[in-house]
Protein backbone atom coordinates (compact mmCIF):
# COMPACT_ATOMS: atom_id res chain seq x y z
CA UNK A 1 0.00 0.00 0.00
CA UNK A 2 2.77 2.89 0.66
CA UNK A 3 4.38 1.54 -2.07
CA UNK A 4 1.42 2.58 -4.26
CA UNK A 5 0.93 5.51 -2.31
CA UNK A 6 4.88 6.92 -2.49
CA UNK A 7 4.23 5.92 -6.70
CA UNK A 8 1.32 7.98 -7.16
CA UNK A 9 3.20 10.79 -5.14
CA UNK A 10 6.33 10.37 -7.61
CA UNK A 11 3.42 10.66 -10.88
CA UNK A 12 2.22 13.88 -9.18
CA UNK A 13 5.39 15.49 -9.18
CA UNK A 14 6.66 14.51 -12.57
CA UNK A 15 6.16 17.25 -15.39
CA UNK A 16 2.79 16.53 -17.37
CA UNK A 17 4.63 17.05 -20.68
CA UNK A 18 6.94 14.05 -19.58
CA UNK A 19 3.79 11.64 -18.44
CA UNK A 20 2.40 12.63 -21.85
CA UNK A 21 5.24 11.80 -23.88
CA UNK A 22 5.87 8.51 -22.32
CA UNK A 23 2.41 7.37 -23.58
CA UNK A 24 2.57 7.88 -26.64
CA UNK A 25 2.72 6.70 -30.04
CA UNK A 26 7.06 6.62 -31.46
CA UNK A 27 6.94 10.47 -33.05
CA UNK A 28 9.19 12.70 -35.29
CA UNK A 29 11.19 14.48 -32.25
CA UNK A 30 9.57 18.07 -32.40
CA UNK A 31 12.90 19.59 -31.21
CA UNK A 32 14.51 17.75 -33.95
CA UNK A 33 12.71 15.89 -36.59
CA UNK A 34 15.37 14.00 -38.15
CA UNK A 35 15.16 12.00 -35.02
CA UNK A 36 12.51 10.16 -33.26
CA UNK A 37 11.04 10.84 -29.31
CA UNK A 38 9.62 7.91 -27.94
CA UNK A 39 8.80 7.28 -24.08
CA UNK A 40 10.31 10.35 -23.18
CA UNK A 41 13.42 9.83 -25.08
CA UNK A 42 15.33 11.37 -28.31
CA UNK A 43 16.14 8.08 -30.02
CA UNK A 44 17.52 6.43 -33.07
CA UNK A 45 16.50 2.98 -34.67
CA UNK A 46 18.96 0.11 -34.54
CA UNK A 47 17.84 -3.44 -35.35
CA UNK A 48 19.49 -6.86 -37.34
CA UNK A 49 16.65 -8.53 -37.84
CA UNK A 50 14.70 -11.72 -39.41
CA UNK A 51 13.29 -11.86 -42.99
CA UNK A 52 10.14 -10.34 -42.23
CA UNK A 53 7.84 -13.41 -41.43
CA UNK A 54 8.46 -13.45 -37.32
CA UNK A 55 4.65 -13.83 -37.48
CA UNK A 56 2.80 -15.17 -40.39
CA UNK A 57 5.33 -17.94 -40.13
CA UNK A 58 3.61 -20.03 -37.21
CA UNK A 59 6.99 -22.48 -36.72
CA UNK A 60 9.13 -19.03 -35.97
CA UNK A 61 9.24 -18.90 -32.40
CA UNK A 62 8.85 -14.81 -31.78
CA UNK A 63 9.29 -14.48 -28.33
CA UNK A 64 12.60 -15.91 -28.48
CA UNK A 65 14.01 -13.78 -31.29
CA UNK A 66 12.41 -10.33 -29.39
CA UNK A 67 14.66 -11.36 -26.27
CA UNK A 68 17.65 -11.86 -28.14
CA UNK A 69 17.20 -8.81 -30.06
CA UNK A 70 16.74 -6.66 -27.01
CA UNK A 71 19.76 -8.64 -25.27
CA UNK A 72 22.16 -7.90 -28.13
CA UNK A 73 20.49 -4.00 -27.11
CA UNK A 74 18.81 -3.33 -30.67
CA UNK A 75 15.20 -1.71 -30.94
CA UNK A 76 13.69 -2.65 -34.38
CA UNK A 77 12.36 -5.38 -36.37
CA UNK A 78 10.45 -4.99 -40.00
CA UNK A 79 7.67 -7.32 -40.08
CA UNK A 80 5.32 -8.29 -43.21
CA UNK A 81 1.94 -8.86 -42.69
CA UNK A 82 0.39 -11.35 -45.35
CA UNK A 83 -0.33 -9.20 -48.72
CA UNK A 84 3.01 -10.73 -49.81
CA UNK A 85 4.32 -13.85 -48.89
CA UNK A 86 7.39 -16.19 -50.34
CA UNK A 87 7.63 -19.78 -51.57
CA UNK A 88 11.06 -21.66 -50.16
CA UNK A 89 14.06 -20.93 -52.51
CA UNK A 90 12.77 -17.20 -53.44
CA UNK A 91 15.99 -15.64 -53.51
CA UNK A 92 18.61 -18.04 -52.99
CA UNK A 93 17.38 -17.73 -49.13
CA UNK A 94 17.50 -21.34 -47.41
CA UNK A 95 16.08 -21.06 -44.62
CA UNK A 96 13.17 -18.40 -45.44
CA UNK A 97 11.05 -16.85 -42.56
CA UNK A 98 9.12 -15.38 -45.03
CA UNK A 99 8.62 -18.37 -46.93
CA UNK A 100 6.66 -20.85 -44.47
CA UNK A 101 5.55 -24.41 -44.62
CA UNK A 102 2.01 -24.81 -45.79
CA UNK A 103 0.97 -26.30 -42.27
CA UNK A 104 3.26 -23.23 -40.78
CA UNK A 105 1.23 -20.29 -42.76
CA UNK A 106 -1.31 -17.79 -41.32
CA UNK A 107 -2.89 -14.88 -43.02
CA UNK A 108 -4.92 -12.19 -41.79
CA UNK A 109 -7.59 -14.25 -44.14
CA UNK A 110 -9.94 -16.96 -43.54
CA UNK A 111 -9.17 -19.97 -45.46
CA UNK A 112 -12.22 -21.22 -47.31
CA UNK A 113 -13.48 -24.73 -47.99
CA UNK A 114 -12.14 -24.48 -51.58
CA UNK A 115 -8.96 -26.42 -52.08
CA UNK A 116 -6.43 -24.62 -54.71
CA UNK A 117 -4.08 -22.09 -53.12
CA UNK A 118 -0.60 -21.87 -55.19
CA UNK A 119 1.57 -22.63 -52.19
CA UNK A 120 -1.04 -25.78 -50.70
CA UNK A 121 -4.40 -26.10 -49.04
CA UNK A 122 -7.37 -24.06 -49.53
CA UNK A 123 -7.97 -20.64 -50.93
CA UNK A 124 -9.13 -17.74 -48.72
CA UNK A 125 -11.99 -16.00 -48.18
CA UNK A 126 -10.95 -11.97 -48.49
CA UNK A 127 -14.37 -11.20 -46.86
CA UNK A 128 -13.35 -12.76 -43.62
CA UNK A 129 -10.16 -12.64 -41.01
CA UNK A 130 -8.41 -15.26 -39.54
CA UNK A 131 -9.06 -13.89 -35.90
CA UNK A 132 -6.22 -16.44 -34.53
CA UNK A 133 -4.00 -14.59 -36.88
CA UNK A 134 -4.70 -11.37 -35.14
CA UNK A 135 -4.49 -12.68 -31.64
CA UNK A 136 -1.00 -13.53 -32.88
CA UNK A 137 -0.51 -10.31 -34.25
CA UNK A 138 -1.11 -8.47 -30.83
CA UNK A 139 1.06 -11.18 -28.89
CA UNK A 140 4.08 -10.10 -30.86
CA UNK A 141 3.01 -6.54 -30.94
CA UNK A 142 3.03 -6.63 -26.62
CA UNK A 143 6.57 -9.09 -26.70
CA UNK A 144 7.62 -6.55 -28.63
CA UNK A 145 6.81 -3.69 -26.52
CA UNK A 146 8.03 -5.94 -23.33
CA UNK A 147 11.45 -6.33 -25.17
CA UNK A 148 11.32 -2.69 -26.27
CA UNK A 149 11.90 -3.18 -29.91
CA UNK A 150 9.96 -0.85 -32.46
CA UNK A 151 8.48 -2.70 -35.19
CA UNK A 152 7.95 -1.52 -38.80
CA UNK A 153 4.64 -2.92 -39.82
CA UNK A 154 5.11 -3.17 -43.59
CA UNK A 155 1.63 -3.46 -45.41
CA UNK A 156 2.16 -4.14 -48.75
CA UNK A 157 5.77 -5.46 -51.19
CA UNK A 158 6.36 -5.55 -54.76
CA UNK A 159 5.38 -8.84 -55.91
CA UNK A 160 8.68 -9.21 -57.52
CA UNK A 161 8.65 -11.86 -60.77
CA UNK A 162 6.51 -14.41 -59.16
CA UNK A 163 5.38 -13.39 -55.49
CA UNK A 164 2.08 -12.20 -57.33
CA UNK A 165 1.31 -15.84 -58.54
CA UNK A 166 0.53 -17.16 -54.60
CA UNK A 167 -0.66 -13.58 -53.57
CA UNK A 168 -3.99 -14.22 -51.83
CA UNK A 169 -5.36 -11.14 -53.16
CA UNK A 170 -4.92 -12.93 -56.59
CA UNK A 171 -7.89 -14.55 -57.95
CA UNK A 172 -6.34 -17.74 -58.23
CA UNK A 173 -5.89 -18.04 -54.45
CA UNK A 174 -9.23 -16.57 -53.21
CA UNK A 175 -12.69 -17.25 -54.18
CA UNK A 176 -13.85 -13.36 -54.02
CA UNK A 177 -13.36 -13.61 -57.77
CA UNK A 178 -10.71 -10.47 -57.67
CA UNK A 179 -10.36 -9.26 -61.00
CA UNK A 180 -7.31 -11.45 -63.22
CA UNK A 181 -4.84 -8.48 -63.41
CA UNK A 182 -0.70 -8.24 -63.88
CA UNK A 183 1.51 -8.42 -60.96
CA UNK A 184 2.57 -5.12 -62.28
CA UNK A 185 -1.17 -3.04 -62.04
CA UNK A 186 -1.60 -4.70 -58.25
CA UNK A 187 -0.39 -2.02 -56.29
CA UNK A 188 -1.64 0.43 -58.45
CA UNK A 189 -4.96 2.40 -58.72
CA UNK A 190 -5.73 0.21 -61.66
CA UNK A 191 -6.39 -2.73 -60.34
CA UNK A 192 -9.94 -3.33 -60.49
CA UNK A 193 -11.80 -4.43 -57.72
CA UNK A 194 -8.70 -5.57 -55.57
CA UNK A 195 -8.09 -1.73 -54.29
CA UNK A 196 -11.12 -2.60 -52.08
CA UNK A 197 -9.54 -5.14 -50.83
CA UNK A 198 -6.47 -3.79 -49.68
CA UNK A 199 -8.62 -0.76 -48.10
CA UNK A 200 -10.25 -3.28 -45.93
CA UNK A 201 -7.31 -4.87 -45.07
CA UNK A 202 -4.97 -1.55 -44.06
CA UNK A 203 -8.12 -0.29 -42.25
CA UNK A 204 -8.30 -3.14 -39.87
CA UNK A 205 -4.82 -3.55 -39.29
CA UNK A 206 -4.94 0.21 -38.46
CA UNK A 207 -7.94 -0.91 -35.70
CA UNK A 208 -6.43 -3.64 -34.39
CA UNK A 209 -2.96 -2.11 -33.86
CA UNK A 210 -3.88 1.25 -32.64
CA UNK A 211 -3.46 0.75 -28.97
CA UNK A 212 0.02 0.13 -29.37
CA UNK A 213 2.99 3.06 -28.84
CA UNK A 214 5.65 0.66 -30.76
CA UNK A 215 5.06 0.80 -33.79
CA UNK A 216 5.22 2.82 -37.32
CA UNK A 217 3.90 1.61 -40.99
CA UNK A 218 5.28 1.10 -44.09
CA UNK A 219 3.11 1.17 -47.11
CA UNK A 220 5.31 -0.91 -49.47
CA UNK A 221 8.35 -2.33 -49.87
CA UNK A 222 10.62 -1.97 -52.85
CA UNK A 223 7.47 -0.11 -55.05
CA UNK A 224 10.72 0.83 -57.36
CA UNK A 225 11.24 -3.12 -58.42
CA UNK A 226 8.14 -3.44 -60.68
CA UNK A 227 6.98 -0.30 -60.77
CA UNK A 228 10.08 1.79 -62.29
CA UNK A 229 9.80 5.47 -64.45
CA UNK A 230 13.23 5.66 -64.81
CA UNK A 231 16.75 3.47 -64.81
CA UNK A 232 20.03 5.16 -64.68
CA UNK A 233 23.11 3.90 -64.45
CA UNK A 234 25.29 4.97 -61.19
CA UNK A 235 28.04 2.48 -62.18
CA UNK A 236 29.72 2.90 -64.89
CA UNK A 237 32.29 0.14 -64.63
CA UNK A 238 29.95 -2.60 -63.24
CA UNK A 239 27.92 -5.34 -64.63
CA UNK A 240 25.35 -3.51 -66.55
CA UNK A 241 23.10 -6.47 -65.53
CA UNK A 242 23.47 -6.20 -62.17
CA UNK A 243 20.61 -4.53 -59.89
CA UNK A 244 22.95 -2.96 -57.76
CA UNK A 245 24.63 -0.80 -60.67
CA UNK A 246 20.88 1.11 -61.02
CA UNK A 247 19.20 3.63 -59.43
CA UNK A 248 15.74 2.81 -59.90
CA UNK A 249 12.80 5.96 -59.78
CA UNK A 250 9.41 4.55 -58.80
CA UNK A 251 6.78 5.12 -61.87
CA UNK A 252 3.94 7.79 -60.76
CA UNK A 253 1.18 5.17 -60.58
CA UNK A 254 2.89 3.39 -57.75
CA UNK A 255 3.11 7.19 -55.56
CA UNK A 256 -0.49 7.76 -56.53
CA UNK A 257 -1.15 4.63 -54.98
CA UNK A 258 0.94 4.38 -52.17
CA UNK A 259 -0.76 8.43 -51.14
CA UNK A 260 -4.22 6.51 -51.29
CA UNK A 261 -2.97 3.74 -48.74
CA UNK A 262 -1.25 6.53 -46.64
CA UNK A 263 -4.68 8.28 -46.69
CA UNK A 264 -6.06 5.35 -45.64
CA UNK A 265 -4.34 5.27 -42.92
CA UNK A 266 -4.54 8.45 -41.61
CA UNK A 267 -8.20 8.89 -42.33
CA UNK A 268 -8.58 5.29 -40.18
CA UNK A 269 -6.90 6.79 -37.54
CA UNK A 270 -8.62 9.93 -37.42
CA UNK A 271 -11.85 8.31 -36.17
CA UNK A 272 -9.10 6.46 -33.47
CA UNK A 273 -7.36 7.34 -30.27
CA UNK A 274 -3.41 7.23 -32.02
CA UNK A 275 -2.00 8.57 -34.60
CA UNK A 276 1.16 6.94 -36.12
CA UNK A 277 3.85 7.46 -37.81
CA UNK A 278 3.64 6.15 -42.11
CA UNK A 279 6.93 5.05 -43.26
CA UNK A 280 7.55 5.45 -47.26
CA UNK A 281 10.08 3.22 -48.90
CA UNK A 282 11.47 5.54 -51.65
CA UNK A 283 14.34 3.97 -54.01
CA UNK A 284 17.45 1.73 -53.55
CA UNK A 285 21.10 3.77 -52.66
CA UNK A 286 19.68 7.44 -52.66
CA UNK A 287 17.42 9.53 -54.50
CA UNK A 288 16.32 13.27 -54.24
CA UNK A 289 12.60 13.02 -53.00
CA UNK A 290 10.47 14.78 -55.04
CA UNK A 291 6.68 16.28 -54.23
CA UNK A 292 6.81 14.10 -51.12
CA UNK A 293 3.27 13.10 -49.80
CA UNK A 294 2.75 15.39 -46.38
CA UNK A 295 1.83 12.09 -44.76
CA UNK A 296 4.57 10.64 -44.69
CA UNK A 297 7.50 11.21 -41.72
CA UNK A 298 9.84 8.92 -42.66
CA UNK A 299 11.63 8.13 -46.19
CA UNK A 300 13.66 4.89 -45.85
CA UNK A 301 16.06 3.77 -48.57
CA UNK A 302 17.49 0.31 -48.95
CA UNK A 303 21.39 -0.37 -49.64
CA UNK A 304 21.22 3.14 -48.67
CA UNK A 305 24.59 5.63 -49.21
CA UNK A 306 25.15 8.59 -46.75
CA UNK A 307 23.79 11.12 -49.83
CA UNK A 308 20.37 9.93 -49.43
CA UNK A 309 20.10 11.50 -46.27
CA UNK A 310 22.10 14.88 -47.58
CA UNK A 311 20.15 14.85 -50.43
CA UNK A 312 16.65 15.31 -48.31
CA UNK A 313 17.88 16.61 -44.74
CA UNK A 314 16.29 19.81 -46.00
CA UNK A 315 12.57 18.08 -45.45
CA UNK A 316 13.18 18.08 -41.68
CA UNK A 317 11.96 14.41 -41.71
CA UNK A 318 13.74 10.54 -40.78
CA UNK A 319 15.56 9.40 -43.31
CA UNK A 320 15.80 5.98 -42.81
CA UNK A 321 18.26 2.57 -44.52
CA UNK A 322 15.84 -0.11 -43.36
CA UNK A 323 17.29 -3.02 -45.13
CA UNK A 324 20.55 -4.23 -46.25
CA UNK A 325 21.83 -7.33 -48.07
CA UNK A 326 23.47 -7.83 -51.42
CA UNK A 327 26.91 -7.55 -50.33
CA UNK A 328 28.49 -10.50 -49.11
CA UNK A 329 28.44 -12.05 -45.78
CA UNK A 330 31.37 -9.79 -44.15
CA UNK A 331 30.91 -8.04 -41.03
CA UNK A 332 33.09 -5.31 -41.43
CA UNK A 333 30.85 -4.09 -44.87
CA UNK A 334 27.53 -3.74 -42.61
CA UNK A 335 28.95 -2.35 -39.87
CA UNK A 336 30.48 0.56 -41.71
CA UNK A 337 26.93 0.62 -43.89
CA UNK A 338 26.08 2.02 -40.57
CA UNK A 339 28.05 4.06 -39.26
CA UNK A 340 28.24 6.02 -42.47
CA UNK A 341 24.40 6.35 -42.42
CA UNK A 342 23.43 7.35 -38.96
CA UNK A 343 26.89 9.64 -39.31
CA UNK A 344 25.51 11.70 -42.19
CA UNK A 345 21.82 12.45 -39.84
CA UNK A 346 20.08 9.00 -40.67
CA UNK A 347 17.59 7.98 -38.24
CA UNK A 348 17.27 4.71 -38.48
CA UNK A 349 19.37 1.60 -39.77
CA UNK A 350 17.96 -2.22 -39.98
CA UNK A 351 20.45 -4.82 -41.18
CA UNK A 352 19.02 -8.07 -43.08
CA UNK A 353 20.04 -10.82 -40.57
CA UNK A 354 19.94 -14.14 -42.14
CA UNK A 355 21.36 -15.90 -39.04
CA UNK A 356 17.81 -15.95 -38.30
CA UNK A 357 15.59 -18.75 -39.18
CA UNK A 358 12.95 -21.28 -37.71
CA UNK A 359 14.60 -23.37 -35.06
CA UNK A 360 17.58 -20.24 -34.82
CA UNK A 361 15.33 -17.78 -33.20
CA UNK A 362 18.45 -16.93 -31.16
CA UNK A 363 20.24 -15.76 -34.40
CA UNK A 364 22.89 -18.04 -34.13
CA UNK A 365 23.48 -19.66 -37.79
CA UNK A 366 26.34 -18.46 -39.52
CA UNK A 367 25.97 -21.04 -42.22
CA UNK A 368 23.46 -19.83 -43.58
CA UNK A 369 22.76 -19.71 -47.63
CA UNK A 370 21.58 -16.15 -48.32
CA UNK A 371 21.95 -12.92 -50.43
CA UNK A 372 23.74 -10.95 -47.62
CA UNK A 373 24.64 -11.21 -43.92
CA UNK A 374 24.37 -11.35 -40.40
CA UNK A 375 25.74 -13.14 -36.85
CA UNK A 376 25.90 -12.79 -33.51
CA UNK A 377 29.08 -10.95 -33.34
CA UNK A 378 27.81 -8.10 -36.25
CA UNK A 379 25.00 -7.59 -33.55
CA UNK A 380 27.43 -7.38 -30.44
CA UNK A 381 28.83 -3.91 -33.43
CA UNK A 382 25.51 -2.86 -33.44
CA UNK A 383 24.65 -2.77 -29.68
CA UNK A 384 28.36 -0.59 -29.49
CA UNK A 385 27.10 1.55 -32.17
CA UNK A 386 23.47 2.02 -30.59
CA UNK A 387 24.97 2.61 -27.20
CA UNK A 388 27.28 5.33 -28.47
CA UNK A 389 24.30 7.24 -29.96
CA UNK A 390 22.34 6.65 -26.73
CA UNK A 391 24.55 8.58 -24.96
CA UNK A 392 24.37 11.43 -26.75
CA UNK A 393 22.61 14.35 -26.98
CA UNK A 394 20.79 13.42 -30.87
CA UNK A 395 18.46 16.83 -29.95
CA UNK A 396 21.26 18.98 -30.43
CA UNK A 397 23.24 16.96 -33.19
CA UNK A 398 22.97 17.71 -36.65
CA UNK A 399 25.21 16.96 -40.08
CA UNK A 400 28.72 19.29 -40.07
CA UNK A 401 30.46 18.77 -43.14
CA UNK A 402 32.99 21.62 -42.16
CA UNK A 403 34.74 20.60 -38.77
CA UNK A 404 36.95 17.94 -40.96
CA UNK A 405 39.28 20.25 -42.56
CA UNK A 406 40.75 16.79 -44.18
CA UNK A 407 41.64 13.11 -42.79
CA UNK A 408 44.64 11.41 -45.01
CA UNK A 409 44.20 7.99 -44.09
CA UNK A 410 40.30 7.75 -43.34
CA UNK A 411 36.97 8.38 -44.73
CA UNK A 412 35.00 10.81 -42.42
CA UNK A 413 31.15 11.51 -41.28
CA UNK A 414 30.88 14.04 -38.26
CA UNK A 415 27.74 15.77 -36.69
CA UNK A 416 28.19 18.55 -34.22
CA UNK A 417 25.90 20.49 -31.85
CA UNK A 418 27.23 23.80 -33.32
CA UNK A 419 30.15 24.72 -31.10
CA UNK A 420 30.40 22.49 -27.63
CA UNK A 421 30.76 19.29 -29.53
CA UNK A 422 31.76 16.99 -32.32
CA UNK A 423 31.19 13.51 -33.34
CA UNK A 424 33.50 12.22 -36.15
CA UNK A 425 33.13 8.56 -37.51
CA UNK A 426 36.59 7.53 -39.25
CA UNK A 427 36.73 4.74 -41.95
CA UNK A 428 39.99 3.23 -41.36
CA UNK A 429 42.83 3.32 -44.63
CA UNK A 430 45.86 3.90 -43.64
CA UNK A 431 47.93 1.18 -42.52
CA UNK A 432 50.28 3.59 -40.05
CA UNK A 433 49.16 6.65 -38.10
CA UNK A 434 48.05 9.65 -39.42
CA UNK A 435 46.83 13.33 -38.74
CA UNK A 436 43.35 14.01 -38.89
CA UNK A 437 43.18 18.23 -39.21
CA UNK A 438 39.33 20.11 -37.89
CA UNK A 439 38.22 23.27 -38.32
CA UNK A 440 37.77 24.04 -34.36
CA UNK A 441 37.07 27.04 -33.07
CA UNK A 442 39.80 28.92 -30.89
CA UNK A 443 39.56 27.05 -27.50
CA UNK A 444 40.53 24.09 -24.94
CA UNK A 445 38.72 20.88 -25.85
CA UNK A 446 38.90 17.20 -23.95
CA UNK A 447 39.13 14.83 -27.24
CA UNK A 448 37.87 10.63 -26.71
CA UNK A 449 38.64 8.11 -28.96
CA UNK A 450 36.54 4.68 -29.13
CA UNK A 451 36.83 1.49 -31.08
CA UNK A 452 33.86 1.04 -32.95
CA UNK A 453 33.96 -2.79 -33.01
CA UNK A 454 35.02 -2.84 -29.36
CA UNK A 455 33.18 -0.11 -27.66
CA UNK A 456 36.46 0.72 -25.82
CA UNK A 457 37.88 3.89 -25.22
CA UNK A 458 41.09 3.86 -26.90
CA UNK A 459 42.62 7.32 -25.94
CA UNK A 460 41.77 10.47 -23.89
CA UNK A 461 43.72 13.69 -24.34
CA UNK A 462 43.38 17.24 -24.43
CA UNK A 463 43.84 19.92 -27.38
CA UNK A 464 44.42 23.43 -28.28
CA UNK A 465 44.89 22.97 -31.79
CA UNK A 466 43.48 21.80 -35.19
CA UNK A 467 45.71 18.80 -35.30
CA UNK A 468 44.75 15.14 -33.75
CA UNK A 469 47.06 12.33 -34.32
CA UNK A 470 44.80 9.23 -34.62
CA UNK A 471 45.77 6.22 -32.61
CA UNK A 472 47.25 3.32 -34.36
CA UNK A 473 45.43 0.24 -35.45
CA UNK A 474 43.22 -1.26 -38.04
CA UNK A 475 39.64 -0.87 -36.68
CA UNK A 476 37.55 2.85 -37.78
CA UNK A 477 36.99 4.78 -34.94
CA UNK A 478 34.68 7.37 -33.46
CA UNK A 479 36.06 10.95 -32.19
CA UNK A 480 34.31 12.85 -29.35
CA UNK A 481 35.38 16.42 -29.38
CA UNK A 482 33.92 18.59 -25.90
CA UNK A 483 34.82 22.18 -25.21
CA UNK A 484 36.21 22.50 -22.11
CA UNK A 485 34.84 25.27 -20.01
Known amino acids: MKRNVLLSTVLLLLPTTLLSQTNQPIKLHPQNPHYFLYKGKATLIVGSGEHYGAVLNLGFDYKTYLQTMAKDGLNTTRLFTGAYIEKPGDFGIKNNTLAPSEQNLILPWKRSDQNGFELGG???????????????????????????????????????????????????????????????????????????????????????????????FEVQNEPYAIQKDTVILRNEYGDVKDFRNFLEIVSQRSNDWQRKVAGWIKDEESKLPKQHLISQNISNFQYPITNPDPDISIFNFHYALPKAVDENYYLDKAIGFNETGFAGSLNTTYRRQAWRFLMAGGALFNMLDYSFSAGMETGQDTS??????????????FGVLKRYFDALDLVKLHPDQHIVKASPGAITEALSDNGKQWVIYMEHIAMKPYTLLLNLPKGKFKATWTDVVTGKVIQTLMVTGNEIAVPAGVDDKVLLVKVVK
Open 122 to 216: NKFNLDKWDENYFIRLKQFMTEANHNEVIVELNLFSSYYQHGWEYSPLNTKNNINKTDDISAALANTLMNGNILAYQEKYVRKMVKELNGFDNFY
Open 368 to 381: YKAPGGGSPELRKQ
